[in-house]
T-cell receptor, first 109, second 113 residues
Framework: DAKTTQPNSMESNEEEPVHLPCNHS???????IHWYRQLPSQGPEYVIH???SNVNNRMASLAIAEDRKSSTLILHRATLRDAAVYYC??????????FGKGTRLSVIA | DAGVTQSPTHLIKTRGQQVTLRCSPK?????VSWYQQALGQGPQFIFQ???????QRGNFPDRFSGHQFPNYSSELNVNALLLGDSALYLC????????????FGPGTRLLVL
């Protein structure tokens, strides 16, 4: 049970912003929201994580809803190299990462 | 700085055989977790090793076992292989047990015939 819900697939044009949604309506107060992505033929790689406030790093931004029941990963300008499966997970303490099927992002040139 | 490395990259076995997969964690990391990823699915947690002990285990049978060495590297052993064990096996390393970011290796693709 991934405890998160994501769309199966999304499509974006190159150099356009992409908003990848994740629903985690049963999230607890101590759960962090982590995003990983998996490029073709590679292992997952960490993207970003947050607890309550919006977060930015060199790869992406994470917008967390005020009630924390959903979040959105934002890629500001999609490139072909961003084509991957994006996973949203909940992490509390040392709980193992639980992955669902994620969202497969296609980027069109 | 070397990331997580895994060997071999690919492996073909037959049903009933045994297999050992190896993982070297990212420099400075002391915790290793193993995941199984079937085709089209997200990775599923197998177990986690820290200080040479299994700390957590997912819903996998006893045929799956592991080991962590004093240099923090780890092995995953699978006995009595089944066709359904065909998958990508991923190793991830992290620092400590506080839910820190995990860094994944490229995986070992196992095919059981």
């Amino acid at each position: 049970d991934a405890k998160t819900t994501q769309p199966n697939s999304m499509e974006s044009n190159e150099e356009e912003p992409v908003h990848l949604p994740c629903n985690h309506s049963t999230i607890s107060g101590t759960d962090y929201i982590h995003w990983y992505r998996q490029l073709p033929s590679q292992g997952p790689e960490y993207v970003i994580h947050g607890l309550t406030s919006n977060v930015n790093n060199r790869m992406a931004s994470l917008a967390i809803a005020e009630d924390r029941k959903s979040s959105t990963l934002i890629l500001h300008r999609a490139t072909l190299r961003d084509a991957a499966v994006y996973y949203c997970t909940r992490v509390s303490g040392n709980t193992p990462l639980v992955f669902g099927k994620g969202t497969r992002l296609s980027v069109i040139a | 700085d070397a990331g997580v490395t895994q060997s071999p990259t690919h492996l073909i076995k037959t049903r009933g055989q045994q297999v050992t997969l190896r993982c070297s964690p990212k420099s400075g990391h002391d915790t290793v977790s193993w995941y199984q990823q079937a085709l089209g699915q997200g990775p599923q947690f197998i177990f986690q090793y820290y200080e040479e002990e299994e700390r957590q285990r997912g819903n996998f049978p006893d045929r799956f076992s592991g080991h962590q060495f004093p240099n923090y590297s780890s092995e995953l052993n699978v006995n009595a292989l089944l066709l359904g064990d065909s998958a990508l096996y991923l190793c991830a390393s992290s620092l400590g047990l506080a839910g820190e970011t995990q860094y994944f290796g490229p995986g070992t693709r196992l095919l059981v015939l």
